[in-house]
């Protein structure tokens, strides 16, 4: 089976899936792994992000022409155009340190919606799809099997996100509730990988205190073309503009963690 028009879906989406596989296998060769520089404090960068983030460039600029916003790059969104949002290598410290949780993140923005979107999970070597009403997918030369979200890990996944001020302390606060609730294993994996283990039903929820859309947007729509609930953590509905997500695999559970974060 083919992933193209005679599947229904979107040109956008196979060439997504293309240029992630893609980045993908350049990341897990590891060359340029041990290049580490810092952007900031806590914030590092290799010359894998780097050369990831160009080979997709040039694969769908190639295909579309459409603007791309980068992690490594930039670039700035335009107002009367599509736009690519592209996260390279999204958990760069666990790549750096040889961890193999991180992802690569690729979303099509159209207005204020993310329609399509692929991401490449280094830990297992698969590709996640989805499209707006369409559902989301395992993909290899095509959809393989429809992605559902699932709560039976009892597993949640809480990242600070490099909080600072009152929201550094708020995040303190919340994961030490979480914890005292006694109700789920909590993890923290410092990558929006999280993002597709609620997709694909290995967790049950991910909260992150602060995050860019840049980041998230691919998981986002994965999660909900997966039947999760998505919001901010003030339980309003996630977009483009909001810095801060709460991914879960049910209502139910959803309302018990917007519960325990209580107010920002």
Same mark, same amino acid.
């Given at each position: ?13 196979? +060439? ?40 997709? $460039?040039?694969?769908v600029g190639e295909a579309f ?66 499209? $707006? ?28 996100? $490099? ?9 303190? $606060? ?71 997500? +709460? ?18």
């Open positions: 089976m083919t992933l193209g028009a005679e599947a229904g879906f979107r040109a956008e989406v196979l +060439v997504a899936a293309r240029a992630v596989t893609r980045g993908l296998e350049i990341a897990r060769r590891g060359v340029g792994a041990d290049d580490v520089r810092f952007k900031g404090a806590r914030d590092v960068v290799t010359a894998t992000d780097v050369a990831v983030e160009d080979e997709i $460039r040039g694969m022409g459409f603007p791309v916003v980068g992690e490594e790059r930039g670039g700035d969104p335009p107002t009367d155009s599509p736009h690519w949002l592209l996260d390279p290598i999204c958990g760069t410290r666990n790549y750096a340190s040889g961890i193999p949780l991180y992802c690569v993140n690729l979303a099509l923005v159209e207005g204020d919606l993310v329609v399509a979107a692929a991401v490449g999970d280094a830990s297992t070597g698969e590709i996640l799809v989805a499209e $707006r009403g369409r559902g989301a997918w395992t993909w290899k030369e095509g959809p393989q099997r429809r992605l559902a979200v699932a709560a039976d890990s009892q597993t949640i996944i809480v990242e600070e996100g $490099r909080a600072t001020g009152r929201r550094r302390e708020h995040a303190a $606060r919340f994961a030490a509730a979480a914890i005292g609730a006694d109700r789920w294993d909590v993890l923290s994996l410092d990558t929006t990988l999280s993002l597709a283990y609620v997709a694909v039903g290995r967790v049950a929820a991910y909260i992150v205190h602060v995050v860019s859309p840049l980041h998230v947007a691919a998981g986002t729509l994965l999660l909900t073309e997966a039947g999760g609930t998505l919001s901010d953590m003030q339980g309003s509905p996630w977009t483009l503009g909001s810095d801060s997500i +709460v991914a879960s695999a049910d209502a139910a559970l959803h309302g018990e963690l917007l519960g325990l974060l209580g107010t920002p």
